[in-house]
């Protein structure tokens, strides 16, 4: 055996082994947050509440063992009652830091005297009540955002709409319905689809089949969430849609337009690296669908006149946009390199939990003129 492979051998086994433990701390970390995300609302609720134990142990357990059933044994159950028991736990998931807040004011004003602890306890679940529910209605009412400018590279007026992050699995094909309905009602000449559209295994195309009801081309690059799933099978169905899949290629819309995908990857570099393979038309607006926001740099260097994304959510429920800003240099709305735009949308749909705080869950029209 050469020196070569037994060094690959070596790295191959110190991979193996750092796996697992990569994973015991994943896992760690996972647990450890259950305490303030789950236990805590609970245990000091029912104390406030004066809830006696049994009572207190009996909401303890499934809430605090909601995430775990969730995201492991209930992972690719497609049954009626196995998705509404996901539901509940998404909401649990996304009531819970409302909660935390919500819990850690109302200590301080217990422990001031302002309010006594039975009081804190009601209105505690009031204001985390009424929150969630307007989150609720936040995350299932896409509302249209119009983005204007205007471009030397165009030469008649280019109208399209981006969605991104619908989660179709986590989301319902109403959602997808009525997402459908609000895009044909303002006339769009195609529309991308910026990845995260598909985000459980065998989804029918049932599901999404009100795709083919847009009526004009749709444009599709891939997002993580369909690199976790069975991505050759939602490409299948997809294309049996009639949606044209890009994957590191391009189409000439019409002749002053290029559409351009890109695969969704954990690589700062991916952008340039795949940008540098296709022959971008100079004389043509360049449309970038690129599904995490990184690579404008590569993007304003090939000549892309506008790049969108998503991915974000821009936190999708307060306080983790704060999170998600330490990750991400553009998080949501318009930035400019140069000649260059990229467009970071919220989202169209919600991942977990169906519910938005801070956040609206975004249809993006996009209308652009020639100069």
């Given at each position: 055996?050469?020196t070569s492979e037994t060094a690959q051998d070596s790295e191959t086994s110190t991979s193996a082994a750092a796996r697992p433990s990569g994973m015991r701390v994943f896992v760690a970390i996972f647990l450890l947050l259950h305490i303030p995300l789950f236990v805590y609302p609970v245990v000091r609720l029912c104390q406030w509440l004066d809830v006696e134990l049994w009572l207190t142990m009996t909401i303890l357990v499934p809430v605090a063992s909601s995430q775990v059933i969730s995201r492991w044994l209930l992972r690719d159950a497609r049954n009626f009652v196995a998705r509404r028991l996901r539901y509940v736990a998404d909401f649990i998931l996304g009531l819970s830091p409302i909660m935390?807040?919500?819990?850690?004011?109302?200590?301080?004003?217990?422990?001031?005297?302002?309010?006594?602890?039975?009081?804190?306890?009601?209105?505690?679940?009031?204001?985390?009540?009424?929150?969630?529910?307007?989150?609720?209605?936040?995350?299932?009412?896409?509302?249209?955002?119009?983005?204007?400018?205007?471009?030397?590279?165009?030469?008649?007026?280019?109208?399209?709409?981006?969605?991104?992050?619908?989660?179709?699995?986590?989301?319902?094909?109403?959602?997808?319905?009525?997402?459908?309905?609000?895009?044909?009602?303002?006339?769009?000449?195609?529309?991308?689809?910026?990845?995260?559209?598909?985000?459980?295994?065998?989804?029918?195309?049932?599901?999404?089949?009100?795709?083919?009801?847009?009526?004009?081309?749709?444009?599709?690059?891939?997002?993580?969430?369909?690199?976790?799933?069975?991505?050759?099978?939602?490409?299948?169905?997809?294309?049996?849609?009639?949606?044209?899949?890009?994957?590191?290629?391009?189409?000439?819309?019409?002749?002053?337009?290029?559409?351009?995908?890109?695969?969704?990857?954990?690589?700062?570099?991916?952008?340039?690296?795949?940008?540098?393979?296709?022959?971008?038309?100079?004389?043509?607006?360049?449309?970038?669908?690129?599904?995490?926001?990184?690579?404008?740099?590569?993007?304003?260097?090939?000549?892309?006149?506008?790049?969108?994304?998503?991915?974000?959510?821009?936190?999708?429920?307060?306080?983790?946009?704060?999170?998600?800003?330490?990750?991400?240099?553009?998080?949501?709305?318009?930035?400019?390199?140069?000649?260059?735009?990229?467009?970071?949308?919220?989202?169209?749909?919600?991942?977990?939990?169906?519910?938005?705080?801070?956040?609206?869950?975004?249809?993006?029209?996009?209308?652009?003129?020639?100069?």
């Amino acid at each position: 055996m050469s020196t070569s492979e037994t060094a690959q051998d070596s790295e191959t086994s110190t991979s193996a082994a750092a796996r697992p433990s990569g994973m015991r701390v994943f896992v760690a970390i996972f647990l450890l947050l259950h305490i303030p995300l789950f236990v805590y609302p609970v245990v000091r609720l029912c104390q406030w509440l004066d809830v006696e134990l049994w009572l207190t142990m009996t909401i303890l357990v499934p809430v605090a063992s909601s995430q775990v059933i969730s995201r492991w044994l209930l992972r690719d159950a497609r049954n009626f009652v196995a998705r509404r028991l996901r539901y509940v736990a998404d909401f649990i998931l996304g009531l819970s830091p409302i909660m935390v807040l919500t819990l850690l004011v109302f200590e301080v004003l217990v422990a001031t005297g302002i309010v006594t602890a039975k009081s804190a306890g009601v209105y505690t679940l009031l204001v985390a009540g009424v929150i969630s529910s307007l989150g609720v209605l936040l995350a299932v009412m896409p509302f249209v955002r119009t983005v204007s400018f205007s471009s030397e590279s165009l030469k008649s007026p280019l109208r399209f709409v981006q969605i991104t992050d619908v989660h179709i699995g986590s989301r319902s094909r109403a959602f997808l319905e009525q997402v459908v309905a609000k895009i044909k009602a303002v006339k769009p000449e195609f529309v991308c689809i910026t990845g995260d559209f598909i985000d459980a295994r065998n989804v029918p195309v049932s599901e999404i089949a009100s795709l083919k009801d847009l009526g004009c081309p749709v444009y599709f690059s891939i997002g993580n969430h369909e690199r976790y799933e069975d991505l050759d099978n939602i490409i299948e169905r997809l294309r049996s849609l009639d949606v044209q899949v890009l994957r590191t290629a391009s189409v000439q819309h019409r002749e002053d337009v290029q559409v351009i995908g890109i695969d969704d990857r954990d690589d700062a570099l991916q952008v340039e690296r795949e940008l540098s393979k296709l022959k971008l038309k100079e004389d043509a607006f360049g449309l970038l669908m690129y599904h995490r926001p990184r690579g404008l740099e590569a993007a304003e260097r090939a000549g892309i006149d506008l790049m969108i994304s998503g991915h974000t959510h821009n936190g999708q429920i307060f306080p983790f946009n704060l999170v998600v800003n330490r990750v991400f240099d553009q998080v949501v709305g318009m930035y400019q390199l140069g000649k260059s735009r990229l467009y970071v949308s919220q989202g169209t749909g919600t991942w977990g939990p169906v519910m938005r705080v801070g956040t609206r869950s975004e249809i993006t029209l996009f209308d652009i003129n020639p100069i």
